[in-house]
């Protein structure tokens, strides 16, 4: 093997790849389908998708001045409607299956970067009182895309799954003519709803009812930390954002599980030591729908035990908008004891007749 | 620092190649090999400052002893670094690895309660140990030459061979350091470098970590899998068990070469084996040779007649089962291997004249079998996954080891380029076609030492060598560990 030749090969060989790596990182740059670094393009499509890896960069690009997070239940909110309701200019970063902590951290990012963000719709997991209070589903997180170090950022640049689900598509979109996803249509879902589909997933026969069912110092000490370390500790860094935080109307169904684990007692009494805690921030406004019988026991709002339709969705904005539910230090005590007279007293078996 | 990291190969590799040639451009040889000792070090702490100090005063007090062994010649005094720096080495990897194992042993048997350490095992402390082993056995033996600390300390630290081998002889490696002639850069070996790396780094990225999410979703649910999904779950386990390691030793060869150090050879095509010795001999081949050379011959070898040998073969599987982990699957494991060569040997079976082909396969499907084991995290688990290989019945592949190679980025382009028709109606397919092209690749393809010899600077090596990096470097988030760290 002659050197001369050798030199040559090996030089373009690292030419190559030097150009390819610069040449995917620079498509990477410019479009950019999580909004690392910059705003999207009016003369590309986006198609919005993978909540954990776009939220963030929505947050730190988009113009707005609220903002609807939550979990799975916040997905089907349509901010458009929260912006003619409130007269705002409103962002979903919905993180399906989140615990309290990646919520309240997101935020947070949010907010120490968009001073302009003074409205803040937060669905608080009415089942998550009773967590850990850094309780985490996902353990595999794009870490890179959330901190400000540009070094991570090869990770963002130079990855297959990128390239091919944001930039690619993003650019058979945009060759297509296809707009982008919408705000309203990010992250939504159109799931059947119904008995049916409810009873599919919801099997009463089969609850495991090996769980804990007491309330003492060690839940009432978890509650405290769960909304102490993560819901107040935003509220009260930001005090010129008013946060609209509510409990989701989970179905009957809900409530026919902790009556069949024996955890009612336990629930309500952890509600209690939430909302009271909740209620100690001025710039909180807490709603809480358990009281709306109608879509509650309604088995056509639902697919499964928590979560509704995109109708109930645009009710609860209405609620809101309206003062419908709200809690306050004045008939906090009144609204939980009707709440534990009427789940206490329903008449499950009825559901299935 | 993973060898499969953004970081490794956009800055660390490079700054090494572009530092050390640099410092022996300008004939500041010492520096170069303090500076390629700098670097070892930085790659070694990268994840954890505590295994560095480890490695530092292993590396430290082993020097100390070798040094001893040949200033003296009094023959006491050389016994007695010998032993000490046996039991310093061995001490030292007993502390960290098989201690706890010992304990909870212990604990089970006499129903005690003696407290465990619960130490996290440094990267790749089984290797240097048994380097340094052979060094110090070596020194007392006289067959050590003098040693600076700095090509000492950079005969264990090298970072190509830190932490997962080959196991290097320092008579193999120093001299080369020594030698100045290696000191100038070389395009032929940069070529022939940079090729294997590329093909080391697909092994591992590409083929390895693949089989390895389909493998720990199988492991994960040993209880739900039939016969059909163990063998094919044993199958991959045994593609990952080669192509991860094999794909980190061509790396470590690849850039071994850059850096004109030749390493041995670690793998020989294992599963073209056609007998249990044969296998073996192909096998983490510089494992091998060292329990030849440091246990299997002290105890006589085959000089003591055949009883002998065959219990000297079984000491020597049982001792590297032990080797490769704390944990009665890996010391079984060893066992069984060593059984299986003692019988092959016993009945002369693998002289019969048997095609090829077959004896290839049974070697190949008994020792996947027997990785089996080696895969699992508990005997018990061992236990299952055989239950469910001979009882689980034939049926359908397991719905979620398909689904997760199904959710490759390559499986997701192929599916919308036009295959989404096939890939629906057989879900199994592409697995299946993956394993098998897999297997053909380990039954019939040269290894990449042979094609390192034998490459020819043409257009076509050219894309491979970029085709296979660009593939692997945006393959590379997600970075899984290699198999061979904890060993």
């Known amino acids: 093997m002659n050197q001369q030749t050798a030199k040559k090969w090996f030089i373009k060989c690292i030419l190559t790849l030097v150009i390819s790596l610069t040449f995917i990182a620079l498509l990477v740059i410019i479009v950019d389908p999580y909004f690392h670094y910059h705003k999207p393009f009016s003369f590309l499509s986006y198609r919005l998708y993978e909540e954990r890896y776009t939220n963030d960069g929505i947050s730190r690009h988009f113009d707005f001045d609220a903002m609807i997070t939550g979990s799975s239940i916040t997905q089907n909110f349509k901010p458009s409607e929260m912006d003619a309701l409130f007269h705002a200019n409103t962002v979903k970063e919905s993180f399906s299956g989140a615990g309290y902590q990646e919520l309240a951290d997101n935020l947070d990012r949010a907010l120490s970067r968009n001073k302009n963000l003074k409205q803040v719709l937060w669905a608080v997991d009415y089942n998550g009182f009773l967590r850990e209070y850094d309780w985490a589903r996902y353990e595999e997180y794009p870490t890179y895309l959330y901190d400000d170090n540009p070094l991570n950022d090869v990770s963002y640049l130079f990855n297959k799954s990128i390239l091919y689900h944001g930039v690619l598509t993003n650019i058979a979109m945009t060759l297509a003519g296809a707009p982008s996803t919408t705000m309203d249509e990010y992250s939504s879902w159109d799931m059947e709803t119904g008995l049916e589909v409810i009873l599919s997933t919801y099997d009463r026969n089969n609850v495991n009812t090996d769980v804990p069912t007491g309330f003492g110092e060690e839940e009432y000490d978890m509650v405290t930390q769960t909304i102490t370390l993560n819901i107040l500790r935003v509220v009260n860094k930001y005090p010129d954002t008013t946060f609209y935080l509510f409990y989701p109307p989970f179905s009957i169904f809900y409530w026919d599980s902790l009556n069949i684990k024996g955890t009612l007692d336990r629930q309500l009494k952890a509600e209690k030591v939430a909302t009271e805690l909740l209620l100690t921030c001025p710039n909180v406004k807490l709603y809480n729908f358990f009281d709306q019988y109608d879509v509650i026991c309604n088995a056509d709002f639902y697919s499964d035990d928590g979560h509704y339709c995109e109708e109930i969705n645009s009710r609860i904005l209405q609620w809101i908008a309206g003062d419908t539910g709200l809690v306050t230090k004045e008939n906090y005590l009144e609204k939980l004891a009707k709440e534990r007279d009427f789940y206490t007293n329903f008449d499950y078996d009825s559901l299935y007749e | 620092m ?374 699992s995290a508990s005997v018990k688990d061992a236990g299952m996954l055989w239950t469910r290989l001979f009882r689980g019945g034939f049926g359908p592949v397991y719905q979620p080891l398909i689904d997760t190679f199904g959710d490759l980025t390559e499986m997701k382009f192929l599916y919308r380029a036009g295959l989404g028709g096939i890939m629906t109606s057989y879900p199994w397919l592409m697995l299946s076609l993956f394993t098998v092209i897999s297997l053909a690749a380990c039954f019939t393809l040269k290894n990449t030492q042979e094609k390192t010899a034998q490459l020819t600077l043409s257009n076509k090596k050219f894309l491979v060598v970029v085709i296979l990096m660009l593939w692997s470097i945006m393959s590379l988030s997600g970075i899984s560990e290699f198999l061979y760290f904890n060993f």
């Open chain 2, 2 to 375: 993973l060898f499969n990291s953004y970081i490794f190969i956009f800055l660390f590799f490079p700054l090494t190649l572009i530092g050390y040639y640099g410092f022996n451009y300008a004939k500041k040889y010492k520096a170069a090999l303090a500076f390629l000792i700098g670097m070892s070090m930085w790659f070694y702490g990268y994840n954890n400052i505590y295994y560095l100090a480890i490695l530092i005063v292993s590396i430290s007090i082993n020097y100390v002893l070798i040094s001893g062994m040949t200033k003296t010649s009094s023959r006491r005094l050389k016994r007695l670094f010998l032993w000490a720096g046996i039991l310093l080495n061995i001490g030292i990897l007993f502390y960290f690895k098989y201690y706890d194992f010992f304990i909870d042993n212990i604990n089970s048997a006499l129903k005690a309660q003696i407290p465990l350490l619960k130490l996290m095992l440094p990267l790749g402390i089984s290797f240097y140990t048994f380097q340094q082993l052979s060094c110090v056995i070596d020194s007392y033996k006289g067959e050590c030459e003098k040693y600076s600390l700095l090509e000492y300390a950079l005969y264990v630290s090298f970072f190509p061979q830190l932490i997962a081998g080959p196991i290097v002889y320092h008579n193999e490696l120093i001299p080369q350091f020594q030698n100045t002639d290696n000191r100038k850069i070389n395009f032929e070996n940069l070529s022939r470098g940079i090729y294997a790396f590329a093909l080391g780094l697909a092994k591992k990225v590409l083929i390895a970590d693949t089989f390895s999410g389909i493998v720990t979703v199988g492991y994960n649910n040993i209880t739900d899998l039939n016969t059909t999904s163990v063998i094919l779950v044993i199958v991959c386990y045994s593609l990952q068990l080669y192509f991860d390691f094999s794909g980190y030793c061509d790396m470590a060869y690849g850039m071994g070469y850059m850096l004109n150090i030749k390493l041995p050879v670690n793998f020989n095509s294992p599963y073209k084996a056609e007998s249990f010795a044969d296998l073996w001999s192909r096998w983490h081949m510089t494992l091998t040779r060292f329990f030849v050379k440091y246990v299997y011959i002290p105890l006589g070898g085959s000089r003591r007649g055949k009883a002998r040998t065959y219990l000297n073969t079984l000491i020597v599987f049982i001792v590297s089962g032990i080797w490769h982990g704390a944990n009665w699957t890996f010391i079984l494991w060893g066992t069984l291997n060593g059984i299986l060569i003692t019988v092959e040997r016993f009945t002369k079976i693998s002289s019969l004249k048997i095609p090829k082909i077959i004896k290839m396969t049974v070697t190949y499907s008994i020792f996947t079998f027997t990785c089996s084991l080696f895969r």
